[in-house]
């Protein structure tokens, strides 16, 4: 079956650490995005990537990194530098960047600082 | 100023009862579209529907329907006949513009709670 697939399910960090949340789509989808989720909150753009080997900043890229090397692939590197990494992250891919097209969501990864 | 506003943090229903769940959004751009996403406790965003700013009809989807005021700037999901397996948040988010550089903003969301 097509879809999106984040792991792992839930990560703990220690204070300092860089971790890696994982991304993987089989839907051959172009544009990938990487989100935030706080409690009582809306879903908050990181980065986004509409094609192999380039990505842009959303509106809270700071203290993370992603790349995007393969088209299946989209990982977002929680880096020291976030001060508050504690969260809910769902990452999401569509067929295109195109207006009209749905984005399709994996399970999300909850990160624990300890 | 918020862009998306969803004013009802959570709801009780009764099921099989009809739901109505509130969004008003903030643009001054003619080109938007808007989206209902369900999240269940699992997770996961799960599209539900889509209402372009220029569709002449509020849009359908089996039992989701999008009560669209474009005058009003507000576009609320209706769910008929509603089920336990409703419970669930959901949200509103807009698309706001053309081509390819274009952001989805997210409301707040709407806790549902349907009841037996």
């Known amino acids: 079956d097509g879809g999106i697939t984040q792991s792992p399910k839930y990560l703990f960090r220690k204070e300092g650490q860089n971790v890696t949340l994982s991304c993987e789509q089989n839907l051959n989808h172009d544009a990938m995005y990487w989100y935030r989720q706080d409690p009582g909150q809306g879903l908050r753009l990181i980065y986004y990537?509409?094609?192999?080997?380039?990505?842009q900043k959303g509106d809270i890229a700071e203290g993370y990194s992603v790349s995007r090397e393969k088209k299946e692939s989209f990982p977002l590197t929680v880096t020291s530098a976030q001060k508050n990494p504690t969260a809910f992250y769902l990452c999401?891919?569509?067929?295109?960047?195109?207006?009209?097209?749905?984005?399709?969501f994996g399970q999300g990864t909850r990160l624990t600082v300890v | 100023a918020q862009k998306i506003t969803q004013t009802q943090p959570g709801m009780f229903v009764q099921e099989k009862e009809a739901v109505t769940l509130d969004c008003t959004y903030d643009?001054?751009?003619?080109?938007?579209?808007l989206f209902w996403y369900k999240q269940p406790s699992s997770g996961e965003m799960i599209f539900l529907i889509y209402?372009?700013?220029?569709d002449q009809q509020n849009a359908t989807e089996g039992r989701y329907s999008l009560n669209f005021q474009k005058a009003r700037k507000s576009a609320n999901l209706v769910i008929s006949a509603s089920q336990l397996g409703d419970s669930a948040m959901y949200f509103c988010?807009?698309?706001?513009?053309?081509?390819?550089?274009?952001?989805?903003?997210w409301g707040a969301g709407t806790k549902l709670i349907i009841k037996p």
């Open positions: 999401a891919s569509k067929v295109g960047p195109h207006a009209n097209t749905e984005a399709f």
């Open positions: 643009t001054s751009d003619p080109s938007y579209g």
């Open positions: 990537s509409q094609i192999v080997n380039d990505f």
């Open positions: 209402q372009g700013s220029y």
């Open positions: 988010a807009m698309r706001e513009g053309r081509g390819s550089n274009y952001q989805l903003i």
